[in-house]
């Protein structure tokens, strides 16, 4: 699941990313219930307007946590990197 929206409350934001959803911050969309989106790493396509928007992204480190699936995965991966060394 993937939400996108043109800015999110610091709280949501974090645990959002704490539970690993993806949230693409994308000041400039401009976006109606129906329409074909496309993503990419840095931008949202709407194919069906026709227009391409820049997204906000984020820090490696939030990205990360996301990456892996959430807070816990991300700790455990850490964690067990840290074991095998």
């Known amino acids: 699941m993937v939400i996108i929206a043109r800015h999110f409350g610091r709280i949501f934001l ?36 026709g227009k391409s928007f820049s997204v906000v992204p984020l820090p490696p480190a939030r990205q990360a ?11 455990r991966q850490i964690l067990l990197k840290g074991t095998q060394q």
């Open 65 to 75: 946590i996301i990456d892996a699936g959430g807070l816990i995965p991300y700790t």
């Open 14 to 49: 974090q645990n959002s990313i704490n539970v690993g959803l993806r949230t693409i911050i994308c000041p400039d969309i401009e976006a109606d219930e129906g329409d074909d989106l496309e993503l990419t790493d840095n931008a949202v396509i709407n194919k069906t307007r």
